[in-house]
């Protein structure tokens, strides 16, 4: 009989434990669901954080110690640098486009017929010709013609816009929240020693060094160098007179991101060059454009002192991966998280008493 009701009873205990488990399970998944939009802007502002602090250490000392200040500063002027160049593109496109739209509407708009260089463009040069031609011949039937094609085009583009507002918001998001991490900047340092330490005992507090250090490199190495690039990229064309100069700089930002030559995007650019201006201004911004690709061999050195660990198939993997998870913002926050897995699982692995040094070869010692 007492084994019948001690039997019973531990029944029920365990009915009562699996009860709690789902519960705190389901508890758990809402929580995570709710808080899963904001992963990518606190991480985001976590790498900012990092990056940013000796910059802000600095404004400390300026500021007589008035961290608060310091912070404030910091994300204003970030804020600034992010929203002000957007405000002003926007307005611009959003003037051009209505003004291209009633040149078009009402039959004013006139396109000059292309130069015969045109056709001496590798691969494309036929069909560019072709369609500029008639674009310029007749542009009222050509966009008839093609009225579905236009559609998707326009399409696309409202969606590409979108995406890129979202993404703007994200990183205004992400700056405020950097600004926040760097007015706790001694509370998040103690909070992720302890953690550390609690998780990979003695060697967490080297691990936590070197998570900052991974970051600040990536940051510098590859961010650094892929925003100065494209800074250029688009500074040469602007001065040529590039059409859409704003949006190839930005494939140059993303390309460099992705550790690709910036020619990928400033060949066929400069190829157009030399189709639509004098060969010598055509010459000078191909040699602009070379030098802009091969920069990152005396920045990155420049930028980071003892050089970039990671691989570039790591950071490779990682930026195309955060993109297609996440968008824009993903590909910052991709090269640098898989930067940062891979430099720790490297440390973890070899057990080195300096974590990121790469194990020497029989032939080395």
């Not at 326009?154 to 507002?165: E, I, N, P, R």
């Not at 250090?213 to 040529?240: E, N, P, W, Y």
């Not at 091969?294 to 002192?305: E, H, I, T």
Request: hydrophobic share 55%.
């Amino acid at each position: 009989m007492m084994n019948n009701t001690a039997a019973g009873e531990s029944s029920s205990q365990a009915i009562v434990t699996v009860i709690r488990v789902v519960i705190l399970g389901l508890l758990f998944a809402w929580c995570l669901q709710i808080i899963l939009p904001f992963v990518q802007p606190v991480a985001w502002g976590m790498i900012i954080a990092v990056a940013a602090y000796p910059i802000y250490k600095a404004l400390v000392a300026k500021l007589g110690g008035r961290e608060k200040m310091a912070a404030g500063l910091f994300s204003v002027i970030m804020l600034a640098l992010l929203l002000v160049p957007t405000v002003e593109l926007a307005f611009s496109v959003s003037d051009s486009s209505s003004g291209l739209i009633d040149k078009i509407q009402q039959g004013e708009l006139k396109i000059a017929p292309p130069p015969e260089k045109v056709k001496s463009l590798p691969l494309i040069g036929e069909k560019v010709y072709s369609v500029w031609s008639a674009s310029s011949e007749n542009l009222e039937a050509l966009l008839a013609k093609n009225k579905e094609r236009v559609a998707q085009i326009a399409k696309t583009a409202f969606s590409l816009v979108t995406g890129a507002g979202f993404s703007i918001l994200q990183f205004a998001l992400s700056i405020i929240i950097a600004g926040v991490f760097l007015v706790n900047a001694e509370a998040c340092k103690s909070f992720s020693h302890v953690l550390s330490v609690k998780l990979a005992g003695e060697a967490g507090e080297s691990f936590t060094k070197l998570a900052g250090d991974t970051v600040s490199s990536v940051v510098k190495g590859v961010l650094g160098v892929a925003i100065i690039q494209a800074v250029f990229s688009g500074v040469g064309m602007l001065v040529m007179d590039i059409p859409g100069a704003g949006i190839w700089a930005l494939l140059v930002l993303l390309l460099a991101i992705m550790q690709l030559p910036p020619l990928v995007v400033l060949g066929p650019v400069a190829a157009y060059a030399f189709s639509a201006y004098d060969s010598t201004p055509a010459t000078i911004f191909l040699v602009w454009c070379i030098f802009i690709s091969v920069s990152d061999g005396f920045l990155k050195p420049m930028l980071l002192g003892r050089g970039l660990s990671t691989p570039m198939l790591v950071i490779l993997i990682g930026a195309i991966g955060g993109m297609m998870m996440s968008g824009i913002i993903g590909l910052f926050v991709g090269s640098v998280v898989l930067s940062l897995a891979y430099e720790l699982s490297v440390a973890w692995l070899y057990g080195e008493s300096q974590p990121g040094d790469k194990p020497e070869t029989e032939e080395a010692k």
